[in-house]
């Protein structure tokens, strides 16, 4: 073979690998996403370490409505007024992948009061009746990390979440000490100085309010107002996986911990569609 077929043969395997990475990149981008939840703002309709499909093109001509499950950019990144770079860190590699609820779409009218000291929700005029809000208060389980918990239930059989009973009351003497709350309970109005639920806001054109099922500790619209139409990416169709981790590589956990990693997967909440 002449040293000229060699360099051809060789310049057209790297064709097919690059379109094929190409065809990848556009189903991977425009068809659907895989995401892996990273915080606790949708508690306990989703929980950290667990992976979800999304479909991404439906959308790209199907309204979104009320009561879908959105992945989106995050809508605070400093993103670059350069259009091609704009064009990067929207669909390649960019800000950080954030998912909530959609409450209201483009012409609603959504406003939060409190009423009988608990946060509500209007929509439109008419109180907005939400099942899916997390039921369970929220526990400190170290000076960082605040998680579901359910108050019947031991430290060490929660159904939701690992805990370390020495860690946990360790964590709550010294938060007690300084004066902290270590358990939130559902229906604790929101208003630390950032975000507050009392709003009244009119959606324009291209906006959509969006908030977590877990209130008290998601930031949402309540945080950074409405959300652009540009910044949504997906919507969440099924749960893939469950394990307690917050490791952004679960393979790497399963290498580190090959026993104990299969403890924590969550069996009863893999494969499911979510709504």
Not at 50 to 63: N, V
Not at 123 to 134: I, Q
Not at 162 to 186: A, C, D, S, W
């Amino acid at each position: 073979m002449t040293k000229q077929k060699k360099q051809s043969g060789l310049w057209a395997q790297v064709s097919e690998i690059a379109l094929l990475l190409l065809i990848a990149g556009a189903i991977r981008t425009f068809g659907f996403g895989l995401y892996q939840v990273p915080t606790g703002s949708m508690e306990t309709t989703m929980l950290v370490g667990e992976r979800f499909f999304a479909d991404k093109f439906t959308i790209l001509f199907s309204p979104l409505k009320r009561g879908d499950i959105i992945s989106f950019n995050d809508p605070l990144f400093n993103y670059s007024t350069n259009p091609l770079v704009y064009l990067f860190q929207q669909y390649a590699w960019g800000p950080q992948n954030w998912t909530k609820r959609v409450i209201g779409i483009p012409g609603d009218t959504v406003r939060g009061v409190i009423e009988d000291g608990k946060p509500v929700v209007y929509l439109n005029g008419e109180k907005l009746n939400e099942p899916y809000l997390n039921k369970y208060p929220l526990i400190y389980v170290s000076m960082n990390t605040q998680r579901s918990y359910d108050p019947q239930l031991s430290y060490d059989h929660q159904p939701f979440y690992r805990m370390n009973p020495y860690e946990v009351q360790k964590t709550h003497r010294f938060l007690e000490r300084i004066g902290v709350t270590p358990i939130i309970y559902p229906g604790t109005p929101l208003h630390d100085g950032h975000g507050s639920d009392v709003f009244d806001v009119h959606l324009g054109p291209s906006q959509y309010w969006a908030m977590g099922d877990n209130r008290l500790g998601s930031s949402d619209s309540r945080y950074w107002g409405p959300l652009d139409r540009k910044f949504i990416h997906g919507k969440i169709l099924w749960r893939i996986f469950s394990v307690d981790s917050d490791s952004s590589w679960w393979i790497l956990d399963l290498l580190r911990h090959p026993i104990d990693f299969w403890k924590r997967v969550r069996w009863s909440r893999c494969f499911q569609s979510v709504s």
